[in-house]
């Protein structure tokens, strides 16, 4: 799982840096998250190129694999502002974070703004603890665990593939359970106009803090934290994803490259 990836043909987060600013008014006193930056797990964030562009124009909707969105601690962003993100850090990792960690929103623009909002707002409350707490430990090791936990290949092993033909919230859910032994968070857009099904879009595996082992992401009777909010916050185009519904949903197949 390789593809190849255009050189210069990725992003850049100009609406992110807005919700730097959100989160600047809500840092001391939000009720989401803590102001002690306490933390209790790490959310890795898979995506779905071709959901993520379904309105956005000029996206990269032909990659054919899920990609990390990012590896977020559950309950603080933006814990230290001082630490600011400097690419030369990650130059050794840059092949990898090209192909998985493209920023598949802003495909002509500068990538490494994507990279250095994950660093500014989730990487610097990772960095609490010893195996995250420098750029590359942080970004070297959300591709470790990308690749350990090899979504793509699960997702054909269960012979489950982008389609026309609809699957169930069930056949995602029961596949990575099975592999996992945890419960992924499994988020869809909502149908649009003239559309009759949810579209899968995120899927959320978690990580406790210390160990990087799998573990559920919420606790029985937990609410669901905030994840709607960041993924709005990040720069989805509209109304953003929310946890899929039992039933039938769509895997849509990326768009065929016109050359
Ligand atoms: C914030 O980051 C700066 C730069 O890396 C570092 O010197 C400082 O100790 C950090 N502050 C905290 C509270 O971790
Ligand atoms: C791209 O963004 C990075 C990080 O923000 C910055 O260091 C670099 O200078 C930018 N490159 C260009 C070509 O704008
Ligand atoms: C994870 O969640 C599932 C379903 O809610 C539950 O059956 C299982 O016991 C949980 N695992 C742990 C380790 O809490």
């Known amino acids: 799982m390789a593809p190849p990836v255009a050189e210069g043909a990725l992003p850049a987060w100009v609406a992110v840096l807005g919700c730097g600013l959100t989160l600047c008014c809500l840092g001391?006193?939000?009720?989401l998250w803590s102001s002690s930056h306490e933390w209790r797990k790490l959310i890795l964030t898979q995506?779905?190129?071709?959901?993520?562009?379904?309105?956005?124009?000029?996206?990269?909707?032909?990659?054919?694999?899920?990609?990390?969105?990012?590896l977020w601690p559950d309950r603080a962003e933006e814990c230290n502002r001082s630490w600011h993100f400097n690419l030369d850090e990650i130059k050794d990792l840059l092949r990898d974070m090209k192909i998985y960690w493209p920023d598949v929103i802003h495909p002509s623009s500068n990538r490494s703004q994507f990279w250095k909002h994950e660093w500014e707002k989730h990487g610097t409350c990772a960095a609490q603890v010893d195996a995250l707490n420098s750029e590359k430990?942080?970004?070297?090791?959300?591709?470790?665990?990308?690749?350990?936990?090899?979504?793509?290949?699960?997702?054909?092993?269960?012979?489950?593939?982008?389609?026309?033909?609809?699957?169930?919230?069930?056949?995602?859910?029961?596949?990575?359970?099975?592999i996992y032994g945890v419960v992924p968070k499994i988020q869809c857009l909502l149908p649009e106009q003239g559309e009759d099904v949810q579209t899968i879009g995120q899927i959320e595996l978690c990580f406790t803090k210390e160990g990087f082992h799998l573990r559920n992401c919420t606790e029985p009777g937990e609410q669901l934290p905030y994840k709607q909010e960041?993924?709005?916050?990040?720069?989805?185009?509209?109304?953003?994803l929310m946890v899929c519904e039992d039933g039938p949903l769509f895997y849509p197949p990326p768009t065929k490259t016109q050359r």
Not at 28 to 31: E, I, L, T
Not at 48 to 68: A, F, Q
């Open 230 to 240: 960041a993924w709005l916050a990040e720069g989805a185009s509209t109304e953003g």
């Open 28 to 31: 001391g006193a939000g009720p």
């Open 137 to 178: 430990k942080y970004f070297g090791k959300s591709l470790d665990l990308y690749k350990q936990l090899d979504l793509n290949s699960v997702l054909l092993k269960f012979g489950i593939k982008p389609s026309i033909n609809y699957y169930q919230l069930a056949d995602f859910k029961d596949a990575l359970t099975r």
């Open 47 to 70: 995506h779905w190129p071709p959901t993520v562009c379904k309105e956005v124009d000029s996206c990269r909707d032909t990659l054919d694999y899920w990609t990390i969105h990012g």
